[in-house]
């Protein structure tokens, strides 16, 4: 199904696991502008969901950082945290089709079954749990159980793109046994209950677009169309994180920080003098590199 521009829906969904920086910002930016070149909504969600990673305050920090480069959702902010019903709703719904199975894996037993066999692709789960655990070990995570398919779709930055479900994806966690939703459940979830129709996000996420369209299907709900844009690295070539240092954004320099964004975007140099003359330009500059 496609979604109707005029109901265009966007969305902005950092993990508060740190203060906005250069990378979140030229995500934030571009899905921003994305929903304004198409006179569309643009939402924020915080991806709160996994409690030892969360830095208290982040969250509060990212969205004032965000107000002062002129960014604000166009809706009430959503926090994933407080939206457990719903996702046990669509795990429910995803047991009930016989699809889930519970995994008394942990990762190093992964491992050890992984390099056991020759060939077998890495961060692939080998199925050890799919016909029921051994009975005498807990069950840590809930996995889904993906089909011998392919699953494809078109980004629109850089096309096509295919992976094949047990080949290149396998069985992925839903849920762990304590209780914690994962993000792949979690964000199909969202996005669907926001009635989103366009993700625009960063590359790192690229090849989980699949297994979430996948995950879409199994729950009846209509895909997004997806871009993603490039990361912005540090100079070891990394994703800029906190796991990899990245610094909190200058927000006393809010334009500054916008115009870099922009030009990672691969959007002109704006000489701009205020933020709102910025996004103006911004915006017209987007529509006519972005919109078909
Ligand atoms: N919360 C994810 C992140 O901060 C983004 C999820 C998404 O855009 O689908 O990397």
């Known amino acids: ?39 569309g909504a643009w939402i924020i969600r915080i991806e709160d969901l996994d409690p030892p990673r969360i830095v208290p305050g982040a969250a509060q920090r990212i969205l004032e950082a965000l107000v002062r480069c002129g960014l604000e959702s166009d809706e ?5 945290s407080a939206r457990g019903e719903l996702y046990q709703a669509a795990f429910a719904r995803l047991q009930a089709a016989g699809l889930i199975y519970g995994c008394a894996c942990s ?4 491992d050890e079954v992984i390099e056991a066999q020759a060939g077998w ?18 069950i840590r995570a809930y996995r889904l159980r993906v089909p011998d398919a392919k699953s494809r779709f078109t980004d629109r930055a850089a096309g096509p793109f295919m992976q094949h479900m047990t080949n290149d994806v396998g069985d992925f966690v839903v849920k762990r046994a304590d209780g914690l939703w994962a993000y792949q459940l979690a964000v199909v979830v969202d996005d669907a209950e926001q009635k989103i129709t ?16 996948y995950l879409q299907r199994a729950l009846g709900f209509s895909t997004p169309r997806y871009l993603h ?64």
Not at 3 to 22: C, D, E, I, K
Not at 198 to 213: E, M, S
Not at 232 to 261: F, I, M, W, Y
Request: hydrophobic fraction near 40%; proline fraction near 10%.
């Open 1 to 39: 199904m496609t979604p109707n521009r005029g109901q265009y829906r966007g969305r902005f969904a950092p993990s508060p696991t740190g203060p906005l920086h250069a990378g979140s910002l030229t995500t934030a930016l571009a899905s921003w502008l994305d929903a304004r070149a198409a006179g």
């Open 121 to 138: 692709p890495a961060g692939v789960y080998p199925r050890t749990c799919a016909a029921g655990a051994a009975p005498n070990k807990p």
């Open 198 to 213: 366009d993700i625009v996000r960063g590359a790192d996420l690229f090849d989980n677009t699949p297994r979430q369209i």
């Open 229 to 292: 844009v490039p990361l912005v690295l540090n100079t070891a070539g990394e994703k800029l994180s906190k796991q990899t240092g990245a610094t909190e954004l200058d927000t006393a320099h809010p334009l500054t920080a916008l115009n870099r964004a922009a030009l990672h975007l691969g959007l002109p140099d704006f000489a701009a003098h205020s933020i709102e003359a910025f996004l103006r330009l911004a915006i017209d500059s987007w529509r006519e590199k972005r919109q078909p």
């Open 107 to 110: 990762r190093r037993d992964v």
């Open 76 to 80: 009430p902010v959503v926090f994933q």
